[in-house]
Nanobody, 121 residues
Framework: QVQLVESGGGLVQAGGSLRLSCAAS????????MGWFRQAPGKEREFVAA???????YYTDSMKGRFTISRDNAKDTVDLQMNNLKPEDTAVYYC???????????????WGQGTQVTVSS
């Protein structure tokens, strides 16, 4: 059983930063690829970033340079550092986990409940 719990969302002004964290309850966290998705009101859920089991990272092009994903296998956590936030980044952000890096970017096996991020202009 995999449980993912996100934290760190909130309200921030445009240009500000937030750091999201996802705590995973799994037997062997290091064997999972981890990712972040987001869903804005009225839009489909979209891929944000992923970190494979080897530590290799992947990003949606529009978020490269602003968002950084990192994992801590000792703490079973994956974080998403978001800088220079824009109003269009407003969304519910979801943590995801999968046994393969390919799947975690497209069809993750496990999802968290999500955390709201609101960026005001």
């Amino acid at each position: 059983q995999v449980q993912l719990v996100e934290s760190g969302g909130g309200l921030v002004q445009a240009g500000g930063s937030l750091r999201l964290s996802c705590a995973a309850s799994v037997r062997t966290f290091s064997t999972y690829a981890m990712g972040w998705f987001r869903q804005a009101p009225g839009k489909e859920r979209e891929f944000v970033a992923a970190c494979g089991r080897s530590g290799m990272t992947y990003y949606t092009d529009s978020m490269k340079g602003r968002f950084t994903i990192s994992r801590d296998n000792a703490k079973d956590t994956v974080d998403l550092q978001m800088n220079n936030l824009k109003p269009e980044d407003t969304a519910v952000y979801y943590c995801a986990a999968s046994s393969s890096t390919l799947d975690v970017r497209s069809a993750p096996q496990h999802w968290g409940q999500g955390t709201q991020v609101t960026v005001s202009s």
